[in-house]
């Protein structure tokens, strides 16, 4: 079982930046996949970034590529998003989730357990 608490969150000027925080319990938490997603209103939940087991290798949605950086500090069972160059259509509310796959998996159909999330709001 994986225990999963955003924070970070917030209102920012477009061009801002965020940091958003996972912290994760639960023994399995160093051996998972961390991915983050988000979801505006009125829109489907959508993926943004994952991260693997051993922070080595990661993805991006190509709407965020270049803008947010996903890291892990697996003694610190935290997984973070850091968020630059804020746009408004980045406004929503994002997830973090752990998945049993060890490597990046961007299905959030593959992910077991959520966070219960952390709004995201980007003023223009």
């Known amino acids: 079982q994986v225990q999963l608490v955003e924070s970070g969150g917030g209102l920012v000027q477009a061009g801002g930046s965020l940091r958003l925080s996972c912290a994760g319990s639960g023994r399995t938490f160093s051996s998972s996949a961390m991915g983050w997603f988000r979801q505006a209103p009125g829109k489907e939940r959508e993926f943004v970034s994952v991260?693997?087991?051993?922070?080595?290798?990661?993805i991006y949605a190509d709407s965020v590529k270049g803008r947010f950086t996903i890291s892990r500090d697996n003694a610190k069972n935290t997984v973070y998003l850091q968020m630059n160059s804020l746009k408004p259509e980045d406004t929503a509310l994002y997830y973090c989730?752990?998945?049993?796959?060890?490597?990046?998996?961007?299905?959030?159909?593959?992910?077991?357990?959520w966070g219960q999330g952390t709004q995201v709001t980007v003023s223009s």
């Open positions: 989730a752990a998945t049993t796959y060890r490597s990046v998996i961007t299905s959030h159909l593959r992910y077991n357990y």
């Open positions: 991260i693997n087991w051993s922070g080595a290798s990661a």
